[in-house]
């Protein structure tokens, strides 16, 4: 497995893919997922999960990396706070019961783990992932909990805001991706000046319906960091 593609930067891009895009697209024939896995030549993608994150969470992705939802994970997650000391058993039990994983809100999100293709999103749309850095737990555990304010209070004072950087090989089928991953890639590969006033599609909200293997965790910017702090507008470490 070869470096990282990085959409927002073409220069990791393989020659192939670049030149892929650089033709006349009426020339070309329909991108398939077959065609674009073929395009990345094997090499893995660059992918941010947004997430806020206490000491021992960082510390437990370097090792396992991203995990997908479940049931037991969601356990896991509360029973190592409780363990920490970040919250009491009390609160761990009624947060359970308010997960989305117990609630009528059950299946959303289980057994994936949510990215976003480009740092576009955390430079341009900070609003979208907002909520992802403001509160602890992922959407399975503060989802509910917004709607109740001694709860929200809690899950907003725990862990730091988090980006992890990871680089995830694709096959076919790919995973679901909305916008289009294609659609994606030909709007970073054409040049700025000709975007004019169109509608961004810098970005996409991919759902992987795999663990992301520790091996696989390039890095983790956190709240404080330079690196998490040059994006204006997302939530800081307070």
Same mark, same amino acid.
């Given at each position: 497995?070869?470096?990282?593609?990085?959409?927002?930067?073409?220069?990791?891009?393989?020659?192939?893919?670049?030149?892929?895009?650089?033709?006349?697209?009426?020339?070309?024939?329909?991108?398939?997922?077959?065609?674009?896995?073929?395009?990345?030549?094997?090499?893995?993608?660059?992918?941010?999960?947004?997430?806020?994150?206490?000491?021992?969470?960082?510390?437990?992705? +370097?090792? &396992? !990396?991203?995990?997908?939802?479940?049931?037991?994970? @969601?356990? /896991?997650?509360?029973?190592?706070?409780?363990?920490? #000391?970040?919250?009491?058993?009390?609160?761990?039990?009624?947060?359970?019961?308010?997960?989305?994983?117990?609630? +009528?809100? &059950? !299946?959303?999100?289980?057994?994936?783990?949510?990215? @976003?293709? /480009?740092?576009?999103?955390?430079?341009?749309?900070? #609003?979208?992932?907002?909520?992802?850095?403001?509160?602890?737990?992922?959407?399975?555990?503060?989802?509910?909990?917004?709607?109740?304010?001694?709860?929200?209070?809690?899950?907003?004072?725990?862990?730091?805001?988090?980006?992890?950087?990871?680089?995830?090989?694709?096959?076919?089928?790919?995973?679901?991706?909305?916008?289009?991953?294609?659609?994606?890639?030909?709007?970073?590969?054409?040049?700025?000046?000709?975007?004019?006033?169109?509608?961004?599609?810098?970005?996409?909200?991919?759902?992987?319906?795999?663990?992301?293997?520790?091996?696989?965790?390039?890095?983790?910017?956190?709240?404080?960091?330079?690196?998490?702090?040059?994006?204006?507008?997302?939530?800081?470490?307070?």
């Amino acid at each position: 497995m070869g470096d990282a593609i990085e959409l927002d930067d073409v220069r990791t891009w393989p020659e192939c893919l670049q030149q892929r895009f650089a033709e006349p697209s009426s020339e070309l024939a329909p991108l398939t997922d077959e065609l674009l896995v073929e395009l990345l030549e094997g090499r893995p993608l660059r992918m941010y999960h947004a997430t806020r994150l206490l000491p021992h969470e960082v510390d437990r992705i +370097k090792a &396992e !990396g991203l995990l997908r939802l479940t049931h037991e994970l @969601v356990q /896991s997650k509360l029973d190592d706070a409780v363990r920490v #000391g970040a919250m009491t058993e009390a609160q761990a039990v009624e947060a359970r019961a308010g997960s989305i994983i117990e609630t +009528k809100y &059950e !299946g959303r999100r289980e057994g994936q783990v949510c990215f @976003v293709l /480009s740092l576009d999103k955390f430079e341009h749309s900070p #609003g979208d992932v907002g909520p992802l850095l403001s509160s602890w737990g992922g959407e399975s555990i503060y989802h509910v909990a917004a709607l109740d304010p001694p709860r929200r209070a809690l899950m907003r004072s725990l862990g730091l805001p988090s980006i992890v950087a990871a680089d995830v090989p694709l096959s076919t089928p790919l995973p679901y991706t909305s916008p289009s991953l294609s659609s994606v890639i030909a709007w970073h590969a054409r040049p700025r000046e000709t975007l004019g006033n169109e509608t961004p599609r810098s970005s996409a909200d991919v759902f992987l319906t795999a663990d992301v293997p520790a091996a696989n965790i390039a890095t983790i910017w956190q709240a404080g960091s330079p690196e998490y702090d040059r994006f204006e507008g997302l939530p800081s470490g307070n």
